[in-house]
């Protein structure tokens, strides 16, 4: 069976940083392309960042330069490094699982991220 | 790239039929075949529901379908039922590894 299960939200002050895991089991991340999504309160879904099979990593516009995607393939895990954070970053934040042709078809439970001071 | 564009609420009775829209690019939308659709309920996870425009995933109701003309991608949710009353977004391939998401859609069953 398929599961994400997600890490590390929690409060932080603005310019802090924050590491978000993402557990896997029933496949491999390293064979699969994996997401970041984040929706901030009572907003919609967001696209944050996504890292390919092999290694490539691309980046929304507004965390390029302040957020890092990263995975460990011995511990199965995905993970988003976050520095720089602003107050507009508060939000619940998925990683995903892609299929073929970019379905998002298995999300984390979410982790909320609360940037304040 | 902007969000891609959806109604902000749809409404129906049960047993009625609704239909979502969904408009982009040509950049996004219109030029690929890489629309898929989710359901959020207030407190979870979204859940696939449409993948590549049309294609439904396993344990999906035969209820939900998705089709796409030009720059607009649609849902269409047939025969309604309570439990369809959720949030549902719309969501293209756009390029260079990028995902575009629209600003969703609050589906009121009444």
């Known amino acids: 069976e398929v599961q994400l299960v997600q890490s590390g939200g929690g409060l932080v002050q603005p310019g802090g940083s924050l590491r978000l895991s993402c557990t896997a089991s029933?496949?491999?991340?390293?064979?699969?392309?994996m997401t970041w999504v984040r929706q901030a309160p009572g907003k919609g879904l967001e696209w944050v960042s996504a890292?390919?099979?092999?290694?490539?990593?691309y980046y929304a516009e507004f965390v390029k330069g302040r957020f890092t995607i990263s995975r460990d393939n011995s511990k199965n895990t995905l993970y988003l490094q976050m520095t720089s954070l602003r107050v507009e970053d508060t939000a619940v934040f998925y990683c995903?699982?892609?299929?073929?042709?970019?379905?998002?078809?298995?999300w984390g439970q979410g982790a909320l991220v609360t940037v304040s001071s | 790239q902007s969000a891609l564009t959806q109604p902000a609420s749809v409404s129906g009775s049960p047993g009625q039929s609704i239909t979502i829209s969904c408009t982009g690019t040509?950049?996004?939308?219109?030029?690929?075949?890489?629309v898929s659709w989710y359901q959020q309920h207030p407190g979870k996870a979204p859940r696939l529901m449409i993948s590549?425009?049309?294609e439904r995933p396993s344990g999906v109701s035969i209820r939900f379908s998705g089709s796409k003309s030009g720059n607009t991608a649609s849902l269409t949710i047939s025969g309604l039922q309570p439990d369809d009353e959720a949030n549902y977004y719309c969501?293209?391939?756009?390029?260079?590894?990028?995902?575009?998401f629209g600003g969703g859609t609050k589906l009121t069953v009444l």
């Open positions: 995903t699982k892609v299929a073929r042709n970019w379905p998002l078809d298995y």
């Open positions: 029933g496949f491999s991340v390293s064979a699969h392309y």
């Open positions: 890292i390919y099979d092999d290694g490539s990593a």
């Open positions: 040509s950049s996004d939308i219109g030029f690929y075949n890489l």
């Open positions: 590549e425009v049309y």
């Open positions: 969501c293209s391939y756009a390029d260079s590894g990028t995902l575009l």
